[in-house]
């Protein structure tokens, strides 16, 4: 018998950057674990069901590595998150003790006991938050940046105290304490932190949301009485009563009634669907208009809706993790610097016969001007400022790696329906060919009147103009059909091709005792420059493709207008998320799209982009939110913030690295003493801090 896999997941606490979600991942891979995915945005690391590993083994091997397991019961963190508290606590002591360098000698600021004091609870937290991080990245074998962080500042720390100490009651002590320069490392590295937690916060799983959408009353017959009972509750062919306006709770087969059912948010058509006796049914679309018994085909995990949940799911946790550019070369670069500032010691003493006093003093002035505040600040500060410039301009960016991965796509792939239309009709084609078309608008209003369907409205609002009442007899509607009516002793009957058979292809035909006088298309209304906002992609030389769930000659037809070459129509979502996964392979993709039907596509892909007036589970499941709803003028704005944020990004990076490659050398060399060499840092955080501050007020559109 085969035994079916599953993944098992756990949340885990503590990862500070993608090095450490990297570094779990190749330990846990390496004690035998399939199929292993660790996401340091969600937090969660999940691998494939093994039965020689179980959940609480797993769970020990991560502790052991120096970070905590979040319990499923455990509530979101209120308030101030951990790093804010440390950060604000931090800043208290580090402000006084900053400042004694604009104090002149003999300032009580200045006296070597009282900076020892302010230091040591900063530096007791440096090694909480980073050496624990740091220990951690050494263990999995994947040194993240922390090692540098909490390096850089244990070596001015102690250096500090070794110069306090030799130097004890002399005038020279001052020339050899760098406590400022300890806590300054550490208060300054976790403001980045502070900035691009605040950032990554608002990546938030789709996942509570999808299954609120389940959890409805339902309303159950039971030998002619009603009773309500929970969505869990619901069993296969239990009788279900559904009214108009109610989401129906699950998949199952109408036995009684007939309605319109809005599907749009899973299968994306826009129209609502017609559906009578023996006609299957999907948990959480909507009855716009009738009443219904349904008997209950599928439950639980089985129903569509739970399945689209399960490729949310799946699509968030294969979504490839983009490391931050700092932290691609952290692996590398923590090793180069040790290893520099030891072969300083031995190398200066031993081989060049220095003085090991002087050896010592310049390994640590290595460590010290190799210290990463630049580089631990170069990213957050850029990824806070194109954030803060893309909210002034209504879009919502979740998380620095989102800007990142903007810069890179390649290809754009649109929902048509709420996305590039406004899911309004309108009248785009009418063709009368027997009478006066005046005449005939008139009529199609006034039987339209008599219509609850949405294109119904449609056609009166497009012909409300100009019109009288008419006496109308005899009025009968087929759903789905058509509907009909009889004028001063003439049958007129408007509808689908149902009720005609045309070679060429129209969506309503309207006849006069069964000829036909007048044709119809309708389709949606493209939002206000759609073809501007494309025009404009297609120049900046993105690919765009249409992915609907829409009918073809719709989709086609839109696609025709806008200039769309590539074109996916009647899609489903499980079919949606197999296209993308298709163009992710060959090239960096963004899906934007609007309904839940997009949900698993906007989580697969590269980049998912939603908009303010989405279902809550496209926007929960998007990287991007475009608030204004009228057009996609902030589509473009977004992808340009995108590059110039890494632009910056890369800017910072190239002076903070380029600081430590010239000054290193110098220090190496005695030239630098750690004095400078703080001062030299302090000022690469000027000019990284400055050059992402540059990014809000650049022109970039």
């Not at 779990?24 to 199929?35: M, P, S, V």
């Not at 949301?209 to 159950?220: E, F, H, S």
């Not at 709770?249 to 006796?277: L, N, R």
Request: with cysteine.
């Amino acid at each position: 018998m085969k035994i079916e896999t599953k993944k098992l997941k756990l949340e885990v606490e503590g990862m500070s950057c993608a090095n450490c979600a990297a570094g779990i991942k190749k330990h846990l891979e390496n004690i035998g674990l399939q199929d292993v995915n660790v996401n340091f945005s969600t937090g969660e690391a999940s691998w494939e069901n093994d039965k020689n590993q179980d959940k609480n083994n797993v769970a020990k091997t991560i502790i052991s590595l120096g970070y905590k397991i979040k319990s499923s019961s455990k509530e979101d963190e209120k308030g101030l998150s951990k790093v804010e508290k440390y950060f604000y606590f931090t800043l208290i002591f580090t402000l006084p003790l900053f400042s004694h360098m604009f104090f002149p000698k003999g300032s009580v600021i200045q006296n070597p006991l009282l900076q020892f004091i302010l230091c040591l609870p900063v530096y007791i937290v440096g090694v909480s938050y980073f050496g624990r991080s740091a220990w951690g990245s050494i263990k999995t074998g994947v040194p993240n940046m922390d090692v540098l962080i909490f390096t850089g500042s244990s070596a001015a720390f102690f250096y500090s105290i070794y110069g306090w100490l030799i130097n004890y009651g002399t005038p020279a002590v001052h020339h050899y304490l760098f406590f400022e320069t300890s806590a300054t490392i550490i208060t300054l590295v976790l403001l980045g932190n502070v900035l691009e937690h605040k950032s990554v916060k608002k990546t938030t799983t789709a996942i509570g949301d999808l299954t609120a959408i389940q959890k409805v009353i339902a309303k159950k017959e039971i030998k002619g009485k009603i009773t309500e009972v929970n969505f869990e509750d619901i069993r296969v062919n239990d009788i279900l009563v559904i009214n108009s306006g109610d989401k129906i709770p699950t998949d199952g087969i109408i036995i009684s009634g007939t309605s319109y059912i809005d599907e749009s948010m899973i299968t994306g058509e826009s129209i609502p669907i017609d559906k009578t006796i023996g006609d299957e049914v999907i948990g959480g679309t909507i009855i716009t208009d009738g009443n219904l018994k349904i008997k209950a085909t599928k439950i639980g995990d089985d129903t569509l809706l739970s399945q689209i949940i399960e490729l949310v799911k799946n699509a968030q946790n294969n979504k490839p993790n983009i490391q931050k550019l700092g932290d691609q070369v952290s692996a590398v670069f923590v090793p180069v610097v040790l290893t520099i500032s030891l072969a300083t010691f031995f190398i200066g003493h031993y081989f060049f016969n220095i003085e090991i006093q002087d050896a010592f003093l310049r390994s640590i002035a290595v460590l010290v001007i190799s210290c990463p505040c630049a580089m631990g600040l170069a990213t957050p500060t850029a990824v806070m400022v194109g954030i803060g410039r893309a909210a002034k301009n209504g879009i919502l960016i979740k998380g620095g790696d989102t800007l990142e991965k903007l810069a890179s796509i390649k290809t754009i792939v649109f929902d048509k329906t709420g996305t590039l239309t406004t899911g309004k009709f309108i009248v785009s084609q009418f063709t009368v060919l027997d009478g006066d078309e005046n005449d005939v608008k008139n009529i199609i209003y006034n039987i339209e009147q008599h219509s609850s369907h949405p294109i119904a409205k449609s056609l009166c609002n497009a012909f409300q103009e100009n019109s009288s009442l008419l006496k109308l007899s005899d009025i009968t509607e087929e759903k789905g059909i058509s509907i009909s009516a009889n004028i001063d002793d003439n049958i007129y009957t408007i509808g689908s091709s149902k009720i005609y058979s045309s070679p060429e292809k129209y969506d309503l035909f309207v006849l006069k005792n069964k000829e036909l006088i007048a044709t119809l298309n309708i389709s949606d209304e493209l939002k206000t420059n759609t073809d501007l906002v494309i025009s404009s992609l297609h120049k900046r030389g993105y690919t765009t493709t249409l992915l609907s769930g829409d009918k073809k000659e719709k989709c086609n037809h839109i696609a025709s207008e806008l200039g769309i070459i590539t074109t996916y129509s009647e899609q489903l979502p499980q079919d949606k998320i197999e296209k993308i996964e298709k163009l992710v392979s060959s090239n960096k993709t963004a899906m934007v799209g609007d309904g839940i039907n997009d949900a698993p596509a906007l989580a697969k892909a590269t980049i998912g982009i939603s908009l303010g007036n989405a279902t809550q589970i496209a926007i929960q499941s998007a990287d991007v939110v475009l608030l204004n709803n009228e057009d996609l003028s902030q589509l473009p704005q977004t992808m340009q913030i995108g590059k110039h944020t890494l632009l910056t990004i890369k800017q910072n990076l190239f002076w903070a690295f380029a600081y430590n490659i010239v000054a290193i050398p110098i220090a190496v060399m005695g030239l630098l003493n750690p004095m400078w060499g703080a001062l030299f840092m302090a000022f690469s955080d000027v000019i990284v801090i400055g050059n992402s501050i540059r990014l809000r007020y650049k022109n970039i559109f």
